[in-house]
């Protein structure tokens, strides 16, 4: 059994445990798409909130959240990201509410989205995004999770690895993908991935970098065809999370 299918086991539990709950409206901001329209020149971030994670076990297990929210947010970050899986990230849909209810900015639920129950619980906590990853549905769920996601007002961030999952991607008409730099499965880290799959890229569609982004080098080497990263160990080590985000936020040469 690889990675990826042991948090899907996992998942699976959490879910059959969790409450349907009856969905609200989705909390007004900006959204992330017309953040990324309004700032084409320099590389946008998605600023994650990750107090540990599968390939590293503990990052930043003491971190204030609301303290770090409002780094990003001083750092003019487009969108904050909280991981809210509680077995493998030690994250939790509390940490979500706490920062959408003081950030005015876009709110990402990192989580492995398998069922409209975790969609529900993720815009009743202030969501205004969810992630969908190509690797962890079939088509068909896939398809269905995307329409009832955007129908109610969601951003959704599509997250592929590879060519065949960056077709579905296209074929469902994600127009935000993000491309993972890690590989769930293996956990190994590559920037190449994303420079590859720069190839594949149509017009319309806004595409992000995903993983292994640590310093301006990294930045810089996606900022080309990438219009926004999404970082999440860097800046949880960082004493001065709000210098380090703002570090990253490199000239896009688009001019
Ligand atoms: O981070 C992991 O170890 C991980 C393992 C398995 C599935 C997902 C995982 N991470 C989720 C993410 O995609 C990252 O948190 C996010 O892209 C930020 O990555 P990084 O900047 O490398 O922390």
């Known amino acids: 059994m690889d990675f990826l299918e042991k948090i ?16 609200g409206k989705v909390r007004k901001t900006t959204s ?5 329209r309004k700032n084409e020149q320099n590389l946008q971030i998605i600023a994650e909130v990750k107090r540990a994670s599968p390939s590293l076990g503990a990052i930043n297990m003491e971190v204030d959240v609301l303290n770090q929210a409002k780094q990003y947010e001083q750092a003019n970050v487009s969108a904050i990201s909280v991981l809210t899986d509680p077995v493998f990230f030690k994250g939790n849909i509390e940490d979500l509410r706490l920062v959408a209810k003081n950030v005015e900015l876009p709110v990402l639920n990192k ?6 129950k975790q969609v529900n619980r993720a815009v009743n906590a202030g969501a205004t995004m969810i992630l969908l990853i ?6 068909e769920r896939l398809q269905v999770l995307y329409e009832y996601a955007t129908s109610i007002g969601l951003e959704v961030l599509v997250e592929v690895h590879n060519e065949e999952e960056l077709a579905v991607a296209h074929s469902i008409g994600g127009n935000l993908i993000g491309v993972n730099n890690r590989n769930l499965k293996t956990f190994e880290v590559s920037i190449e991935t994303s420079l590859h799959l720069a190839k594949l890229q149509k017009s319309g569609v806004f595409y992000i970098s995903e993983s292994g982004i640590k310093s301006a080098v ?7 065809n990438y219009r926004a990263v999404l ?25």
């Open 231 to 255: 970082v999440g160990e860097a800046l949880m080590k960082e004493k001065d999370a709000k210098t380090a985000a703002s570090r990253l936020q490199v000239r896009r040469n688009v001019d």
């Open 134 to 139: 190509v690797a962890a549905l079939s088509k």
């Open 111 to 116: 989580d492995f989205i398998i069922d409209e």
């Open 218 to 224: 990294e930045a810089k080497k996606v900022a080309e």
């Open 32 to 36: 992330f798409i017309e953040r990324l």
């Open 8 to 23: 899907l086991l996992e998942k699976e539990k959490e879910v059959a445990k969790m409450p349907l709950e009856k969905v």
